[in-house]
């Protein structure tokens, strides 16, 4: 062999040699990555197995979104079980759930999920029900035709996006006691009775309107009779279908009162929540069939006055008139009144022991 060859065979050797031991040592670092891997795997399992972490399927969901390493996702879930780190981000079904527990429950009730399983806050259940939930306006005064329909359309819409059953529905109402103080609502002053603010201007648009009505509510302080009462009751009115699913009453007109309302008052109150209801909501939910009310008086008095006044159509007086006893009178578009039962027998209890 000569020289020039034996120069080459040792060159060939040191590449060989070279490019065996790069090889060689890449593939032990891949076998030290793959079993560090393998380390963190057999860790994230250990975690997910022994670790009692709250909201695991959205915290995982959320990091491989975001791309996290596992590294990442164990210091996450590390942080999760030590109340470190909690996933901001929550799917519908949580929000959904969160928002029944609130409805059924309240704030407690809500809080108690939050802190126990990690679901949205009550905070983030009303910011992420804003969009969705009918908003109903009290109001500030004698309510208003404009402000019973602004109200029925926001919780009946006209093109709902499911489809509706046209049935039967009862308008139901009832008195609820309230705190006696003036609160802010659309940019109007409500709170106040809707028996002595009749013509008066409860809007904050400018502060003459607010101290007007700040005199004429202080001006008992006096010794004198005050021009404007605080509400005491909130006469609530409220629509149910008569059928056998979803028959829930849904509420649509809130309005304080003093409790001064005479029966012919509350007759034509009464009245104008009928024409809402006919002009803007039978057409797709249904008519107006029965008028239901507490024991007072005043709601007794009203009912009679304008749900006696006259007796069915033809052709329902030809099919109950058989039936003897039966009362035929009733309201306009043949609306009955249906009183509580509860109230009739405390009635006739009341008055058998005089």
Not at 128 to 152: A, D, G, K, M, V
Not at 214 to 228: H, Q, T
Not at 281 to 293: L, M, N, Q, R
Not at 307 to 331: E, K, V
Request: aromatic share 6%.
């Amino acid at each position: 062999m000569t020289r020039t060859q034996l120069v080459d065979a040792i060159r060939h050797k040191n590449g060989v040699l070279t490019k065996t031991r790069v090889e060689r040592n890449r593939a032990q670092k891949r076998a030290e990555t793959a079993a560090e891997k393998v380390k963190l795997h057999e860790r994230l399992v250990a975690a997910l197995a022994t670790q009692d972490v709250p909201r695991l399927q959205r915290l995982l969901q959320v990091a491989m979104d975001q791309g996290r390493s596992i590294e990442d996702i164990l210091k996450r879930i590390e942080d999760a079980v030590t109340a470190v780190y909690h996933v901001k981000s929550f799917s519908a079904t949580e929000i959904d759930l969160a928002r029944v527990m609130w409805h059924l429950a309240g704030d407690k009730g809500a809080y108690i999920l939050h802190k126990a399983l990690g679901f949205p806050s009550v905070t983030t259940i009303r910011e992420q029900s804003q969009s969705t939930r009918p908003t109903i306006h009290p109001s500030p005064s004698t309510p208003t035709l404009e402000y019973i329909t602004r109200n029925l359309l926001s919780m009946f819409p006209s093109n709902p996006t499911r489809r509706v059953c046209r049935c039967g529905q009862a308008i139901m109402f009832d008195g609820i006691a309230i705190r006696k103080c003036m609160r802010r609502d659309d940019d109007h002053m409500v709170g106040a009775c809707r028996e002595c603010t009749a013509g008066m201007d409860l809007s904050m648009s400018c502060l003459e309107n607010i101290l007007s009505l700040a005199r004429a509510v202080r001006r008992g302080d006096n010794g004198e009779d005050p021009l404007v009462h605080f509400g005491v009751e909130a006469t609530v009115g409220a629509m149910g279908a008569l059928r056998g699913i979803d028959y829930h009453a849904y509420p649509f007109s809130v309005s304080a009162s003093c409790k001064a309302e005479k029966a012919s008052e509350f007759k034509d109150y009464l009245e104008l929540h009928l024409l809402a209801w006919k002009m803007v909501c039978a057409e797709t939910y249904g008519d107006i069939w029965i008028v239901g009310c507490d024991g007072a008086s005043v709601f007794r008095g009203a009912c009679f006055q304008l749900l006696m006044a006259s007796t069915f159509s033809d052709d329902l007086r030809a099919m109950l008139s058989p039936l003897r006893g039966l009362n035929l009178q009733c309201g306009p578009d043949d609306v009955v009144h249906c009183p509580d039962p509860k109230h009739l027998i405390k009635r006739e209890y009341a008055l058998s022991l005089i």
